[in-house]
């Protein structure tokens, strides 16, 4: 199965930091983490149109999405960074902060995007259902046979970071 998300990844964090900060930089990062909205129509589509196999929200982060998705079906994943949609506002305050985007991005929390697993015979099945919404659609990687979880950048596998976890001890 392929994996798809909707939207943008790490603008509510940003948007986040922004306001601790005391610099909301970016209107559309501090937009998505103070008025999230949640892709109802998007997932009532996907449904509707049997598009997807599987699917979850990200309000714990893309990397705590792919997990729980992954061990709910039994498989691994392989994620392409290079194809992550990574909200501009975000990715441009991570790197003013000499932190890297990607992975600033794949480890935030409160994006409320839906990670999705598409069938190799579904692809019908999604575009009817991508015609009832205008949400940015990415095909981010695969699920694989194999159980581990891989971030792919430039071509080399590493371990897909562990992303947010609530009541994780400090």
């Known amino acids: 199965d392929e994996l798809w998300l909707t939207g943008t990844i790490g603008g509510a964090a940003a948007g986040l930091a922004m306001l601790t900060a005391g610099d909301p930089a970016d209107a559309a990062c501090v937009a998505r983490y103070t008025s999230p909205v949640p892709r109802l129509r998007e997932a009532w589509a996907m449904a509707r149109d049997g598009a997807a196999r599987a699917a979850i929200d990200l309000s ?13 079906s039994s498989v691994g994943a392989r994620v392409d960074a290079a194809t992550l949609p990574l909200e501009p506002g975000a990715a441009r305050w991570s790197v003013a902060r000499g932190l890297d985007p990607v992975a600033t991005a794949i480890g935030a929390s409160d994006d409320y995007e839906l990670l999705f697993a598409v069938g190799p015979k579904a692809g019908g099945r999604l575009r009817a259902a991508r015609r009832s919404f205008a949400t940015r ?27 947010f976890e609530h009541f994780a001890s400090a």
């Open 60 to 72: 714990d982060g893309l990397a705590d999405a792919v997990r729980q998705l992954a061990a709910a």
């Open 137 to 163: 659609l990415t095909r981010i990687g695969v699920l694989t046979a194999a159980p581990s979880l891989l971030l792919v950048t430039d071509g080399i596998e590493s371990a897909l970071p562990a992303g």
